[in-house]
C-alpha cells in the first residue's frame, strides 16, 4: 500500500510487548500533548489574565465532559468494530464502519452545538457557579461547544486509526493543533485581553484545524478504511453495532461526569479559590491519566483485533503485559507529581491558597492511580471483545452511586460524629471519594474478567487451549 499504510500496525501477530509498546508510546504522547493542549488554556489565563478567569474555566469541566461522554463513547463502539473488521481483513464491513462513523459525528456534533448552548445556563446555576465567575463560564461553555463537530470528528477519527494500528498520525496533527492553541491563547488572552472567551475560541480554531488534518488523512489513504465523501451515511448493521458497543460506554462515561459535577458542586462551595486550585490539580491529574487511557485503548485495539483473527491465547497475554506497562507507567507519573506537585501547582498562580487546596487532591489521588490503571485496561479488554455492558454497570454503581453516597448521606453522616466532623465539612472528604470508588471498581472488574464471560460465546473454548475444531465434534 502506499501512502504510508506501513504505519498500521497489525497486532495479531509480532512480539506482544513490542508492538503494544510501539502502538503506546504515540498515544501516551498525544494523550500528554492533548492534556497539554487542555492545561495551557488554564495556564496561560492564569497568568495573564486573574484568578477569577482561571475559575470560570475551571468550574466548566466536569460540565464540559458530561456533555461530551455520551459522544466519545459511541467512537469507542466505532474503534473496536473498525479494530475487528479490520483484524478479519474484511475491506467491506471496515469501510461501512468508518463511512458510519463519520455520519455520527457530524449528527452527534450539531446536535450537542445546540443542546448545549440553551442547557449550559441552567447547569451551571444548578452546579452553585459562584456569581463573580458565572458570566464568563457561560461565555466560555458556548463557545468550546461550537467546536462540538470538529472535536467528535477528531476524537471519532482517531478511533479509525488506532483500530487499524496507526497511533502516530493523530499525535502529528495534535502537534500541529497544540501550536496553534498556544500561539492564539497568547495573542487572545494577552494583547486582546479576552480572558476566558480568548481561550475558548483559540480552542476552537484548533480544533478545526486537526479535524481537517484528520480527514484529508483518511481521504488520501489507499487501505480499506478509506473515507469518500459520498458514502458517509448510517450504514444499519454497522450502525447497530457500534451502538450496542459504543451507548453503553458513552452512557457510563457521561454518568461518571455527572456525579464529577455533584462533586464540582461541593467544591464551589468552597469558593473561587478552590475551583482555581483544584482546576489547576485536575490539570496535572490529567497527566496521570493519559497513561491509564493511552494504555485502555491499547488494550481495546489489542483485543479488537486478535478477536478478529481468532488468537486467544495472544489475547490473554496482551491483556497482562498491557496491564504491568500501564501500572508502571501510573506509578512513575504519580511519583513525580508526590515530589514536585507544589511547585508545579505554583505555575498556575502563586496564590498560597490555590497552591494548597491544588497540591492537597494530588497527595490523595497520586498513591491511589495505578489501581484505577489496572481497572481500566481490563475493561478497555473486555470493551475490545465486544462487551461494554458490565463495565458500564460497575461504573455506575462505583464511580456514581458510590461517589454520591460519599460526598452527600457519608459526608452528613460523619458531620454528626465529632471525632470526625472537620472531615466531614473538609474538602478533603471530597477528594477520598475517588480513590474509594477506584478500589471497589477495580475488585468488580477483575472478578467479572476472571469468568470469561465477556468472550464470545463461540470463542470461550480457545481459552482453555480447546481447539474449536475439536469442540464442534
Known amino acids: 500500500m502506499k501512502n504510508h499504510e506501513h504505519q498500521n500496525l497489525d497486532l495479531t501477530q509480532g512480539v506482544i510487548w513490542k508492538q503494544i509498546i510501539y502502538f503506546v508510546v504515540p498515544l501516551i504522547l498525544t494523550a500528554l500533548l492533548q492534556q497539554a493542549y487542555n492545561t495551557v488554556d488554564l495556564l496561560i489565563v492564569g497568568n495573564l489574565s486573574d484568578s477569577l478567569s482561571m475559575a470560570a474555566i475551571g468550574a466548566t469541566a466536569s460540565l464540559t465532559f458530561m456533555m461530551l461522554g455520551l459522544f466519545m463513547g459511541l467512537s469507542t463502539?466505532?474503534?473496536?468494530?473498525?479494530?475487528?473488521?479490520?483484524?478479519?481483513?474484511?475491506?467491506?464491513?471496515?469501510?461501512?464502519?468508518?463511512?458510519?462513523t463519520y455520519a455520527l459525528a457530524i449528527l452527534s456534533g450539531l446536535f450537542l452545538t445546540i443542546f448545549a448552548w440553551f442547557i449550559a445556563p441552567l447547569v451551571l446555576d444548578r452546579m452553585g457557579t459562584p456569581p463573580e465567575i458565572f458570566a464568563e463560564a457561560l461565555t466560555y461553555t458556548r463557545i468550546y461547544f461550537l467546536g462540538s463537530i470538529p472535536l467528535l470528528i477528531y476524537n471519532m477519527g482517531t478511533g479509525i486509526l488506532r483500530a487499524i494500528g496507526d497511533s502516530?498520525?493523530?499525535?502529528?496533527?495534535?502537534?500541529?493543533?497544540?501550536?496553534?492553541?498556544?500561539?492564539?491563547?497568547?495573542?487572545?488572552?494577552?494583547?486582546?485581553?479576552?480572558?476566558?472567551?480568548?481561550?475558548?475560541?483559540?480552542?476552537?480554531?484548533?480544533?478545526?484545524?486537526?479535524?481537517?488534518?484528520?480527514?484529508?488523512?483518511?481521504v488520501k489513504t489507499d487501505g480499506m478504511h478509506?473515507?469518500?465523501?459520498?458514502?458517509?451515511?448510517?450504514?444499519?448493521?454497522?450502525?447497530?453495532?457500534?451502538?450496542?458497543?459504543?451507548?453503553?460506554?458513552?452512557?457510563?462515561?457521561?454518568?461518571?461526569?455527572?456525579?464529577?459535577?455533584?462533586?464540582?458542586?461541593?467544591?464551589?462551595?468552597?469558593?473561587?479559590?478552590?475551583i482555581?486550585?483544584?482546576?489547576?490539580?485536575?490539570r496535572y491529574d490529567g497527566f496521570m491519566m493519559v497513561g491509564l487511557n493511552s494504555f485502555m485503548m491499547a488494550s481495546t485495539t489489542f483485543t479488537g483485533q486478535n478477536i478478529g483473527a481468532q488468537k486467544i491465547d495472544r489475547l490473554k497475554q496482551g491483556a497482562r503485559t498491557t496491564t504491568f506497562l500501564g501500572v508502571g507507567f501510573s506509578v512513575a507519573m504519580s511519583i513525580i507529581l508526590l515530589i514536585f506537585g507544589r511547585p508545579l501547582m505554583g505555575l498556575f498562580s502563586q496564590d498560597p491558597s490555590v497552591i494548597e487546596y491544588g497540591y492537597g487532591k494530588i497527595l490523595i489521588y497520586a498513591p491511589f492511580h495505578w489501581i484505577f490503571t489496572s481497572a481500566q485496561v481490563l475493561s478497555g479488554v473486555i470493551r475490545g471483545a465486544g462487551q461494554s455492558l458490565y463495565p458500564m454497570l460497575v461504573s455506575i454503581f462505583c464511580m456514581v452511586g458510590v461517589r454520591t453516597l460519599w460526598n452527600y448521606p457519608i459526608a452528613q453522616f460523619f458531620q454528626t460524629l465529632p471525632a470526625l466532623a472537620d472531615f466531614g465539612a473538609s474538602i478533603n472528604l471530597v477528594h477520598w471519594s475517588y480513590p474509594v470508588s477506584w478500589v471497589i471498581t477495580f475488585t468488580c472488574i477483575i472478578v467479572y474478567y476472571r469468568t470469561q464471560h465477556w468472550l464470545p460465546e463461540k470463542l470461550r473454548p480457545l481459552y482453555h487451549g480447546i481447539e474449536l475444531s475439536d469442540y464442534s465434534e
Open 77 to 100: 463502539g466505532a474503534s473496536v468494530i473498525v479494530a475487528q473488521a479490520f483484524g478479519a481483513k474484511d475491506r467491506a464491513r471496515t469501510s461501512r464502519a468508518v463511512h458510519t
Open 276 to 282: 482555581a486550585g483544584i482546576s489547576a490539580a485536575n
Open 226 to 274: 478509506r473515507l469518500d465523501f459520498h458514502h458517509i451515511r448510517m450504514y444499519k448493521d454497522e450502525l447497530k453495532e457500534i451502538v450496542s458497543i459504543g451507548l453503553p460506554a458513552g452512557i457510563q462515561a457521561s454518568l461518571i461526569s455527572f456525579s464529577n459535577v455533584l462533586i464540582q458542586s461541593r467544591i464551589n462551595s468552597f469558593g473561587h479559590e478552590a
Open 168 to 218: 502516530r498520525s493523530p499525535l502529528f496533527y495534535l502537534i500541529v493543533s497544540t501550536i496553534t492553541n498556544i500561539v492564539l491563547d497568547l495573542i487572545f488572552v494577552g494583547p486582546l485581553n479576552m480572558r476566558a472567551a480568548g481561550a475558548a475560541w483559540a480552542t476552537l480554531i484548533a480544533q478545526c484545524l486537526t479535524s481537517l488534518l484528520l480527514t484529508l488523512k483518511l
